[in-house]
């Protein structure tokens, strides 16, 4: 089955500082990323939509400029989440989509958890 | 209000029980209904995917959407403790964008 990695699998960094998460599709091309968030018990939020080669789609009150999307080629997308602040901390998660393939067909990645300190 | 409402749970269920998880929704515009099973520290994956209202079964499981009370069910007959997992519902209304429940935590107990 199709498989979606992340890396890392979890990072700590300092207050102010810039993280970068990795979302790889490993055995398909994924020509829609989306990237989610999750708080604690809480839903996955979507933060944003990426297709490959063109500018990310943030979602309303994602701030683009603080959370980076590249989605440079079919198989890897990338999140950095710059000046990151303790209130960034949280499990982000990735999915993938082919072209072609319905929208429900997304393959999530395993997360990455990002703690701030 | 949240768009889709989940019972967080934990629900503990002896094996071979029969498991029913229900999410609530108020947005009648969702059209798309999906089931997402999310083990501990992994990414979700889909069990179960249905369009408008109706039944839909998959071996041990079955999906139900009831548009006119906004509730969808998830059915799992004959529960396996390798069924122990975070159950998400997800909905749609065009086929793009999903938004999600918060998750029900399920526990089978050999």
């Known amino acids: 089955g199709a498989v979606v990695s992340q890396h890392p699998s979890w990072v700590i960094c300092k207050s102010g500082t810039s993280v970068k998460i990795e979302c790889r599709s490993l055995d398909f091309q994924a020509t829609t990323m989306f990237w989610y968030r999750q708080f604690p018990k809480q839903s996955l939020m979507l933060m944003a939509t990426s297709n490959e080669g063109s500018k990310a789609t943030h979602e309303q009150g994602v701030e683009k400029d603080k959370f980076l999307i590249n989605h440079a080629s079919l198989t890897l997308s990338t999140l950095t989440v710059t000046s990151a602040h303790p209130e960034d901390s949280s499990f982000y998660i990735c999915?993938?989509?082919?072209?072609?393939?319905?929208?429900?067909?997304?393959?999530f990645g395993p997360g990455t958890r990002l703690t701030v300190t | 209000q949240k768009e889709v409402e989940q019972d967080p749970g934990p629900l503990s269920v002896p094996e071979g029980a029969i498991v029913s998880l229900n999410c609530t929704y108020s947005?009648?515009?969702?059209?798309?209904f999906m089931w997402y099973r999310q083990y501990s520290r992994k990414g979700p994956e889909l069990l179960m995917y249905t369009y408008s209202s109706g039944n839909k079964e998959d071996g041990r499981f079955t999906a139900q959407v009831d548009k006119s009370s906004k509730y969808i069910s998830l059915f799992i007959r004959d529960s396996q403790p390798s069924d122990s997992a975070t159950y998400l519902c997800?909905?749609?209304?065009?086929?793009?964008?999903?938004?999600f429940g918060g998750g029900t935590r399920l526990m089978v107990k050999p």
């Open positions: 999915s993938a989509r082919e072209a072609r393939s319905s929208f429900y067909e997304q393959y």
């Open positions: 947005n009648s515009a969702f059209q798309y």
């Open positions: 997800a909905m749609s209304v065009a086929g793009n964008m999903l938004t």
